[in-house]
């Protein structure tokens, strides 16, 4: 009874259980990048992403109002008096604190309470809610106090990140014109090989020419030539040719690596289909051209779909190309990949930001990838079915 063909495999259940596994390996990652993007730099480091939603601890550096500001400090008899709260003028929401202190060595000094002695008469009370008092015996001046805390702070989101990376023109370290750039790069490498690899499919697959197997062997022979090898001489040759670095530069050598396959998956998708539509159209006297496009072109669309998915993204996630072809020092047209790199150098430590940058850099794949998921699947299961 196990033999019998429509029974379910025995090893079904493995394949769901890996079909799961899979599916969470990408999504815990991608999630928590996303849910990172929109949180403060504070709530980054004290809490790992699937606490965002819980109140955390934080220690805190926040300083007092300046004592120059106009009307900050009013005489209280014999005491200058500076009053206030911490978070509210740090512009961060309502939090308790527990613990305070006046210097870095001694964060943890003072209870919620307290009043601390600065030296020179002036003295500082910091309660739980952040409300504090300061007082001199003198008019103060110069900046205002720093103070050290620890606080249990509410779960805080911020749009923030996204203006500073892509919306505030005085943030030279943006992602938007690194996004458009990408773009510029990402669009017409991918249009460009796939309408040069669709005629060169058809030609093989349907039209009787001298040395046709040969070329066929040659097109498989490229697929396996490494991308690496051949930089360094495709670079040579732009430049004798007197292309550079430049976009057109960056669009040939992709369309360059990208065509094999491209070919290689059309022309086999394209002989599979029958034999008699091609027939009856050049009976009915349709030239090649004709039965090209309209014949061919609609019934392929789903390998055409399928293939400009995988250039679309194997273009938008590329570094090695664009650092190899693209003039970069202007900053002119730097591209997204190499932007994030960038940011590592000048802002490792600022995770809020290279989580902003890093999923920006992933929002057009992912669109693209779930607005043509389905051409996708069609493509890859292309021919398994007769």
Do not use: C
């Amino acid at each position: 009874m196990d033999n019998i063909a429509g029974s379910k495999s025995t090893l079904q259940w493995a394949v769901q259980l890996s079909v799961i596994a899979l599916v969470l390996l990408w999504l815990f990652p991608t999630v928590g990048l996303l849910v990172s993007s929109f949180r403060t730099a504070d709530q980054i480091a004290t809490s790992g992403w699937w606490k965002a939603m819980f109140p955390s601890e934080q220690n805190l550096v926040i300083r007092a109002a300046d004592p120059d500001d106009e009307g900050v400090q009013v005489q209280d008899g014999d005491l200058w008096v500076i009053e206030g709260n911490l978070f509210a003028l740090d512009g961060r929401s309502a939090a308790e604190l527990s613990v305070w202190g006046t210097s870095s060595r001694e964060i943890a000094a003072y209870q919620a309470g307290d009043t601390a002695d600065l030296g020179d008469g002036e003295s500082l009370t910091v309660m739980a809610n952040g409300d504090y008092r300061l007082t001199a015996p003198e008019q103060m001046t110069g900046r205002g106090q720093r103070v050290f805390l620890t606080a249990v702070a509410p779960p805080e989101f911020t749009l923030a990140n996204y203006h500073s990376m892509l919306l505030d023109p005085n943030n030279s370290e943006g992602m938007a014109r690194a996004f458009f750039n990408t773009l510029t790069v990402t669009i017409p490498a991918t249009v460009i090989p796939i309408l040069i690899a669709a005629f060169a499919a058809y030609a093989l697959a349907w039209m009787d020419f001298p040395g046709r197997a040969i070329l066929i062997a040659i097109v498989v022979g490229l697929l396996v030539v490494p991308l690496q090898l051949a930089l360094i001489p495709l670079l040579k040759f732009h430049n004798n040719i007197g292309i550079g670095k430049g976009y057109l530069g960056v669009w040939l050598a992709h369309t360059g690596f990208g065509l094999p396959l491209a070919i290689y998956l059309l022309r086999n998708y394209m002989a599979g289909l029958p034999r008699d539509i091609i027939e009856n159209a050049k009976v009915d006297g349709a030239s090649d051209f004709q039965i090209f496009t309209k014949i061919i072109l609609p019934l392929s669309f789903p390998a055409l779909a399928s293939f400009a998915i995988f250039q679309f993204l194997w273009t938008w996630n590329d570094l090695l190309v664009a650092k190899v072809f693209l003039i970069d020092a202007s900053g002119e047209t730097t591209v997204m990949t190499n932007k994030i790199v960038e940011l590592l150098g000048t802002r490792g430590g600022n995770w809020e930001i290279l989580a902003t940058a890093a999923f920006v850099s992933i929002a057009m794949p992912l669109a693209v990838f779930f607005a043509m998921q389905r051409y996708l699947v069609r493509g890859l299961l292309a021919g398994s079915v007769k």
